[in-house]
C-alpha cells in the first residue's frame, strides 16, 4: 500500500491555515494556472483565463460570472458563451437542471449567431451545443454520447490544443458507460492528460479529470498522485480538496478522506457553496462510519441539516442529506431505528429510494417483514417511474436496492434458499455497474449483505468468499473487515481471522468506540 498519510496532512493543515484567507486572495490565485487561447481583447483574455481556473475545478457560479465580465470587456468575445454555457452544466457527471439547460441552450445560440473570430472556437461552441441540444426529449446520457461524438472531431482537428485535448478526456469520462469493465474510454482519457500532466503541472483540469479518469476500483490506485496534486494545485478551491477522497474512498484511506473533506466543506461553507459542503460532508460521514468514530458522524449529520440555501434542482445536497442519515443507521446495525427513518420527499426518485431501502432492510431484520413489504413496494414505483423517465443507470440501481430489500423479506420469512439466490443475483448485478460520482457507495455493498445473510445461516466459508470479493470491490470498509475476520473464526481459520482482526485494529487505532465489530476485534486478539 502506497504510504501517503504525511504528505497528506502537510497539505491538509496548510488548506486549514489559509482557509480564512481565501475571500481576501485576489482572484484567481491559489487555483493553479491555465491559459486558454482565445480571439478575444488582451483584457478579456485575462478574465476568460481567471474564468477557466473556478471553471476547471467545478465553481460555477464564480465561472459563469467571469464569462460574463470577459462579454463585458470585449462583446465579441463570442467563446465566453461556450465558458457560460460549461458552467451552466454544473458537474457534468450529475444531471443539469432543467432551468440550468434552459439557459446554456440560449448561451450557445448567442455565441453561434455572434460568431467567433477563429474556427477553432466556433467548433468549440458548436461542439457542447450537442450536449444541449433536444434537452427536453433527450436524456442526459443520450446527449453525452453525442457531446464525446462532437470532441473525438474537435480533438482531432487540434492535436496539439491542450485545452482542447483536455475537454475531450473529460467528455470521454462523462460519456463512459458504467457498464463497461474494460474502461476504455477512461484509458484513452488518462493516455491524453497525462502527458499534459507532465506538460502542465499546475493545470487543475488536468488533476481534477485524472481523478475522475481512475475513480474505479481497478484504476484507483493509479489516481493518487493526481489526488494529491490538485489539492495542492487548487488549494483554495472547496472541490479541489474534496476531489482527492474519491480515490481515498476507493481505496479504502478513511483519515486522509476525513481530513480532505474538513477542508473542503470549511471552504465551501466560507464561500457559501451549500451543495459542496453537503456533498463533502457525505463523504466525510462515511469515512467516520468505517473508523467507528460514530459521535462524530452524529455529530457532522446534524450539522449537514442545519444547512440552507442547496440547490434542490441538483441532486448534490438532497443526495448527501438523505444518504448520510440512512448510512449512520445501516452502517451500524441499528435495525429498529432505519425502520422508522423518515423519508423526506425529493425531486429524485433515487434519492428518496435511499431511505426505503434503509427502512425495508431495518424492519426485515428487526422482524417485521409486513412492515419491510411496504417500502419494497416503494422501491419497486420509485424503479418503475425513473424507467419511464428512461432513466436507465439509475433504474438499474433501484432495481438492485429493490431486490436487496426482497431478499430479506424472504429471509425472514424462512425462505432461507431463495433469500439468498435473490441476493446473489443483486451482488453480481451491482458488480456489473459503477457508482455514481455523488455518492462515495452504495448503502451498504450487496456482497457484503450477502456475506452477512450467509452468517445467519452458519454458512461460514461461503460468507468468508463473499465478504473478500466485497472487500476487493470496496476495501477496508469496516463491516468487510469484520464480516471476514468473524467468517474465517468460525470456519476455524484463525490465522486469517487474526489476519482481519489485526488490519481493524490497525485501521481504527485506539479510539473508544462502542462497535461491536472493534470490540470483538480487541477480545480475539487479546485471547491470542
Given amino acids: 500500500m502506497l504510504k501517503i498519510p504525511l504528505t497528506l496532512a502537510a497539505t491538509v493543515a496548510f488548506g486549514t491555515a489559509m482557509t480564512q484567507q481565501v475571500c481576501a486572495q485576489p482572484e484567481g490565485q491559489r487555483l493553479g494556472a491555465v491559459h486558454f487561447d482565445t480571439s478575444c481583447s488582451v483584457d478579456a483574455q485575462k478574465t476568460f483565463n481567471q474564468a477557466m481556473l473556478y471553471q476547471h475545478s467545478f465553481w460555477y457560479r464564480a465561472s459563469k460570472k467571469l464569462f460574463e465580465d470577459a462579454l463585458k470587456a470585449d462583446p465579441s468575445c463570442a467563446i465566453a458563451y461556450w465558458g457560460i454555457a460549461q458552467s451552466l452544466l ?49 436524456d442526459q446520457r443520450t446527449r453525452s454520447q453525442a457531446y464525446v461524438k462532437a470532441m473525438d472531431d474537435v480533438a482531432a482537428r487540434y492535436p496539439g490544443d491542450d485545452e482542447v485535448q483536455i475537454y475531450y478526456a473529460l467528455a470521454l469520462n462523462i460519456a463512459a458507460a458504467p457498464t463497461d469493465k474494460t474502461y476504455a474510454s477512461q484509458l484513452k482519457a488518462a493516455t491524453i492528460l497525462e502527458p499534459i500532466a507532465q506538460r502542465r503541472p499546475q493545470h487543475p483540469g488536468v488533476a481534477h479529470y485524472l481523478i475522475h479518469t481512475y475513480d474505479y476500483p481497478a484504476l ?24 482527492p477522497s474519491h480515490i481515498f474512498t476507493r481505496v479504502g484511506y478513511w483519515r486522509e478522506s476525513i481530513a480532505s473533506n474538513a477542508v473542503a466543506a470549511k471552504l465551501a461553507k466560507d464561500g457559501r457553496e451549500p451543495d459542496d459542503e453537503l456533498h463533502a460532508s457525505d463523504y466525510m460521514v462515511y469515512a467516520y462510519l468505517q473508523l467507528g468514530r460514530d459521535r462524530e458522524a452524529r ?3 446534524d450539522d449537514m441539516n442545519t444547512v440552507t440555501g442547496y440547490n434542490a434542482e441538483r441532486n448534490t445536497g438532497p443526495f448527501a442529506l438523505a444518504a448520510s442519515s440512512a448510512r449512520y443507521v445501516v452502517e451500524r446495525g441499528d435495525w429498529a431505528r432505519a425502520a422508522q427513518l423518515e423519508v423526506r420527499p425529493w425531486k429524485f426518485g433515487y434519492v428518496e429510494a435511499i431511505g426505503h431501502l434503509a427502512r425495508a432492510i431495518g424492519a426485515a431484520r428487526s422482524g417485521h417483514p409486513e412492515a419491510a413489504k411496504a417500502d419494497v413496494a416503494k422501491l419497486a414505483e420509485l424503479r418503475d417511474k425513473l ?57 451498504a455493498p450487496a456482497r457484503e449483505l ?25 476495501p477496508n470498509r469496516l463491516n468487510g473487515l469484520a464480516g471476514a475476520a468473524r467468517a474465517a473464526e468460525l470456519s476455524g481459520d484463525k490465522v486469517k481471522a487474526k489476519v482481519y482482526y489485526d488490519k481493524i485494529l490497525a485501521m481504527v487505532g485506539d479510539i473508544d468506540s462502542t462497535r461491536p465489530e472493534i470490540g470483538d476485534a480487541r477480545a480475539f486478539l487479546k485471547k491470542l
Avoid at 441552450?105 to 468549440?124: F, P, S
Avoid at 484507483?220 to 476531489?243: N, T, V, W
Avoid at 430489500?405 to 435473490?422: D, M, P, Q, Y
Fill in 220 to 243: 484507483a490506485q493509479k489516481g493518487l498522485d493526481a489526488a494529491l496534486r490538485y489539492a495542492k494545485i487548487a488549494e483554495a478551491a472547496p472541490h479541489a480538496q474534496h476531489m
Fill in 387 to 443: 424507467r419511464e423517465a428512461k432513466d436507465v443507470y439509475w433504474s438499474q440501481q433501484v432495481d438492485i436496492q429493490a431486490q436487496i430489500a426482497s431478499s430479506w423479506v424472504l429471509f425472514v420469512e424462512g425462505k432461507h434458499t431463495e433469500a439468498l439466490n435473490a441476493l446473489s443475483a443483486a451482488a453480481d448485478a451491482e458488480d456489473q455497474t459503477e457508482k455514481a460520482s455523488v455518492t462515495p457507495g452504495p448503502l
Fill in 299 to 301: 455529530a457532522l449529520i
Fill in 90 to 138: 454544473a458537474n457534468p457527471f450529475n444531471p443539469t437542471p432543467a432551468k440550468n439547460l434552459a439557459e446554456g441552450l440560449a448561451a450557445i445560440e448567442q455565441g453561434k449567431r455572434l460568431g467567433a473570430q477563429t474556427q477553432r472556437e466556433n467548433d468549440l461552441i458548436a461542439a457542447v451545443g450537442a450536449y444541449y441540444a433536444n434537452f427536453d426529449s433527450l
Fill in 450 to 474: 450477502f456475506g452477512a445473510m450467509l452468517m445467519e445461516r452458519a454458512m461460514a466459508r461461503e460468507a468468508l468468499a463473499a465478504f473478500e470479493a466485497a472487500l476487493a470491490k470496496e
